[in-house]
């Protein structure tokens, strides 16, 4: 079945430590999202990319760093720059970057020890 | 900036139709309506989105006001597993050609037995 995986689905992160969050697609979209969810608001933008090796900063990218080497994956570098990175984080994909519906995975938990 | 409003609760009976309502009073006219559900600690699921028209899929109908400044989601036939939080979201131009989805709080669907 095609869909959107992101791994681990739990992560725990010590004070000062850099942690990548693993996000694959077999959906054979183009553009690709990673959001981040904190209670009490709404999903934020944190990067987006349409194509291989490009991306774009989102709303609230500081702290946080992506690559695009390959159409299927997009990881996401918590970098220890981010200074309140416990949340939930969301990685989507679309055909393109307009008007086509965004699918999402179910998720990585971070948290902080 | 949230461009939809929503109410934050809506209860519902199982097995009667659910509506949802959204507001979207400053839509333009090339602005998509989209709505997405998501259940607790998983990721959004794509329901449905128009333009202009109703749209009917297989699990919603979408009804957008002749002047689009509303619209509602319609569950036909409700059961236990939508209890969810359902978002209505308007998408907004960005970055060139490329669409950002702007997320609000949603509304929290509780289907009773």
């Known amino acids: 079945d095609g869909g959107i995986t992101q791994s681990p689905k739990y992560l725990f992160r010590k004070e000062g430590q850099n942690v990548t969050l693993s996000c694959e697609q077999n959906?054979?979209?183009?553009?690709m999202y990673w959001y981040r969810q904190d209670p009490g608001q709404g999903l934020r933008l944190i990067y987006y990319s349409q194509i291989v090796n490009d991306f774009q900063k989102g709303d609230i990218a500081e702290g946080y760093s992506v690559s695009r080497e390959k159409k299927e994956s997009f990881p996401l570098t918590v970098t220890s720059a981010q200074k309140n990175p416990t949340a939930f984080y969301l990685c989507?994909?679309?055909?393109?970057?307009?008007?086509?519906?965004?699918?999402f995975g179910d998720g990585t938990r971070l948290s902080i020890l | 900036d949230a461009k939809t409003t929503q109410p934050t609760s809506m209860d519902c009976a199982e097995g009667r139709a659910a509506n949802l309502p959204c507001n979207h009073s400053t839509i333009s006219g090339n602005e998509y309506v989209y709505w997405y559900r998501q259940i607790h600690s998983q990721g959004p699921q794509y329901i449905i989105h128009g333009l202009k028209n109703n749209e009917t899929n297989e699990m919603a109908s979408l009804i957008i006001t002749e002047d689009r400044k509303s619209s509602t989601l319609i569950l036909p036939h409700a059961t236990l597993r939508d209890t969810a939080v359902y978002y209505c979201i308007v998408s907004v131009a960005w970055a060139g050609n490329n669409r950002k989805l702007i997320w609000g709080l949603g509304t929290s669907l509780a289907v009773n037995p």
């Open positions: 959906l054979n979209h183009d553009a």
């Open positions: 989507a994909s679309s055909y393109g970057g307009g008007y086509q519906p965004q699918h």
